[in-house]
């Protein structure tokens, strides 16, 4: 009995196809790669509308992924394309739509320089938002228990926006009276007068379309002249 091994039949080899190369995935050209950014885009943006609303008509406790994602229209494991988790989904929703507002008024305010005449195209602008966009109240009111990181986030940037437009102001030669570091305190103060008078107008008033009353704006601009324009020594 041969105790050698056989050897490999050549004829048998070359019968043999040939081991395929690794398929190489597919090069997708820049306009290609483009259109799929934007689809992404869109999409993201589309969850977002779609968490506020579920937000502002069922609270952050009971918007769960199944209710986004039914008034998004897509399958829930789409969701996780996008975002990690629900907790990461509400940590994005205010900074995100917050942002959006403070664009909003910067495009109504414009050129406007004038302290006094920004303040009141402002003061009408976010009105404007938040009428036209009734689910953002409560998205902001539970969001300092439910995502206070978002919460943290939003007010930062509201914040430094109204800091660096009391600035600008300043260095026009505005609001004379107040030194520079006076100026976050007096954006506390205004964001929070603004505040209020937005809750009592959208939330307890009777329903007067998405404009601030004029009695309410020439209040608002009356105040803030006579302690801006006028402080006690």
Not at 20 to 26: E, F, L
Not at 173 to 180: F, I, P, V
């Amino acid at each position: 009995m041969s105790t050698s091994r056989s050897r490999p039949n050549a004829e048998t080899d070359a019968k043999r196809p040939a081991a395929r190369a690794p398929r190489q995935p597919r090069k997708l050209s820049e306009a290609s790669l483009q259109a799929r950014a934007e689809r992404a885009a869109r999409t993201r943006e589309e969850f977002l509308m779609a968490a506020a609303k579920v937000v502002g008509e069922t609270g952050y406790r009971d918007a769960s992924i199944q209710r986004i994602t039914a008034a998004c229209g897509v399958a829930l494991g789409t969701f996780y394309l996008y975002f990690p988790s629900r907790q990461a989904l509400f940590d994005t929703l205010l900074p995100h739509f917050g942002l959006q507002m403070l664009d909003y008024v910067r495009e109504r305010i414009g050129n406007e320089e004038r302290f006094f005449e920004a303040e009141e195209i402002g003061f009408r602008a976010v009105f404007e938002y938040l009428s036209d966009n009734p689910w953002f109240w409560r998205l902001l009111n539970e969001a300092e228990v439910e995502a206070p990181t978002a919460w943290a986030r939003h007010h930062a940037a509201v914040h430094e926006r109204y800091i660096h437009f009391l600035k600008r102001m300043k260095a026009r030669g505005e609001l004379r009276q107040y030194a520079k570091s006076e100026l976050p305190t007096l954006a506390d103060l205004l964001i929070a007068a603004r505040d209020y008078v937005y809750r009592t107008h959208l939330t307890t008033a009777s329903k007067g379309g998405r404009t601030v009353p004029n009695a309410t704006v020439r209040t608002y601009r009356r105040f803030i002249e006579s302690g801006l324009a006028n402080p006690a020594a």
